[in-house]
């Protein structure tokens, strides 16, 4: 029988239906095809049997075996009346699976907030302005995240000691180097690079096995993208909480401001991260279709941004001057563009052909790597002038880790706009330089206290 062509609605609803497999943990990339084509002849067969175009689609969705559960997923997602009657069915297991999540995020997030209160039997007081909590707060915390994906993984208890060995490791290097102080420099880097290295023990806990195969790694950056979002609201809700607590004590005479700084914030800083993990998972579907459109709408701010940057620098002849808090805020925007250019990908139809927004990623891109070229020149004549401090060199690696990412990301995208590549291979590039972050954040963590006498 030849297969009849499909109206463009059908090959809408069956790009659609591709997408959504793409970012699910269950189909592997490489069987997406043979079951594209399987669903197409379940189509055309159901087409030719009488069946309207949306019938003989979402007939074909539900007898697909083995996505059953994702077919009940993509109905909720995707879905008008008649959908929900064909597919969804009854949603009470799904309803106790989702009660039974909340109550393991839930006392996960307490856990969190009072590991996070633990320090105090101590002498360490959230408030008080020393070292130990900015290069500790990662170590407290993250390990009940890591605990919350091995519970929904169904990892065995000795894999999940296993991933909660990077946690030991950082414990150590974060507390046996004599620095400083507030004012030492490689404490400072440590904090800042402690929480990027263990941040992939919870990415290998997400993948629950499968972080070196299928959309493993990309689905990890969804979902930290997503947490993100999420983070974000609840932090604005409990500022606003906050806010409120302040103002009904103080107008009876009561002074809350202990309370907040002891409790509220460090509990609500731990516990947040746990709840906003579970709201990923519980509605990714909703995040889903948010994030993507927030890529869109900074996209092209990102780009203007930048381009009026080199255009002032040519136009004034002015060098970047090359400061602390400069080099942080330079890095920040260019791992925001790579952010940008993850997130874009991961939300894309590898299928589909080339548009203007992917000509825009593109200039992002090539001016993201010129400002990058830009600053390590200005960092390398410092480093020259003045000699090595730990925050050039950590500032000048970093840059050269973007640079790389960066230069090769606009090579691959050019080569998918000329016809010549596939938007595939950007995809396999950035989530295989995922580790290079957290390798050299590592590194920086280990290495650079001793390297520069803890200073």
């Known amino acids: 029988m030849s297969a009849t062509p499909m109206p463009a609605t059908m ?159 950082g414990a150590v290097f974060a507390n046996i180097y004599p620095f400083g102080g507030l004012r030492s420099y490689t404490g400072t880097l440590t904090a800042l690079h402690l929480p990027i290295a263990l941040w992939l023990a919870v990415g290998v806990s997400y993948a629950a096995g499968q972080w070196f195969r299928g959309n493993a790694r990309m689905d990890f950056v969804r979902f930290s993208g997503e947490l993100f979002i999420y983070y974000v609201l609840l932090a604005l809700g409990g500022g606003v909480f906050i806010m409120f607590t302040v103002l009904m004590f103080n107008a009876i005479g009561i002074n809350p401001e202990s309370l907040v700084a002891t409790w509220l914030l460090p509990c609500g800083i731990a516990g947040a991260l746990l709840v906003g993990s579970w709201l990923v998972e519980a509605k990714q579907s909703v995040i889903e ?41 330079f890095d920040l925007l260019l791992v925001l563009v790579v952010g940008l250019v993850l997130y874009a990908a991961s939300a894309r139809d590898l299928h589909a052909p080339p548009n203007l927004f992917d000509r825009l990623q593109l200039l992002l891109i090539v001016s993201a790597l010129l400002v990058d070229a830009l600053a390590l020149a200005a960092i390398a004549a410092r480093i020259s002038d003045f000699g090595f401090t730990p925050n050039r060199v950590a500032a000048l690696g970093e840059n050269v880790i973007l640079l790389v990412n960066l230069a090769w990301s606009a090579v691959v995208y050019v080569r998918f706009l000329s016809g010549h590549g596939s938007f595939a291979a950007l995809e396999r590039w950035q989530t295989a330089y995922l580790p290079v972050y957290s390798v050299w954040a590592a590194f920086v963590v280990i290495a650079f206290p001793p390297l520069f006498s803890y200073v």
């Open 11 to 169: 090959e809408d609803q069956i790009a659609q239906w591709r997408q959504f497999l793409r970012r699910r943990r269950a189909i592997e990339s490489s069987d997406i095809e043979e079951l594209e084509d399987h669903l197409r002849n379940q189509v055309t067969l159901l087409s030719d049997a009488g069946l309207a175009g949306d019938e003989a689609f979402l007939v074909a969705v539900k007898r697909m075996g083995s996505l059953d559960e994702l077919s009940r997923e993509f109905a909720r997602e995707h879905s008008e009346r008649l959908w929900k009657q064909l597919v969804i069915g009854d949603g009470a297991a799904a309803q106790a699976s989702l009660r039974s999540d909340a109550f393991v995020a839930l006392g996960l997030a307490v856990a969190a907030a009072l590991s996070m209160k633990a320090p105090a039997l101590f002498g360490h007081e959230f408030n008080d302005p020393t070292t130990f909590y900015p290069r500790n707060a990662s170590l407290l915390i993250l390990p009940h995240l890591v605990a919350y994906f091995a519970w929904k993984r169904g990892l065995s208890v000795t894999r999940t000691l296993l991933l909660l060995l990077p946690f030991v490791v």
């Open 289 to 329: 279709n948010m994030a993507p459109v927030l890529t869109r709408v900074f996209t092209p701010f990102f780009t203007l941004l930048l381009l009026a940057f080199l255009a002032t620098m040519a136009w004034t002849g002015k060098p970047i001057d090359v400061q602390r808090n400069v080099l942080i805020a």
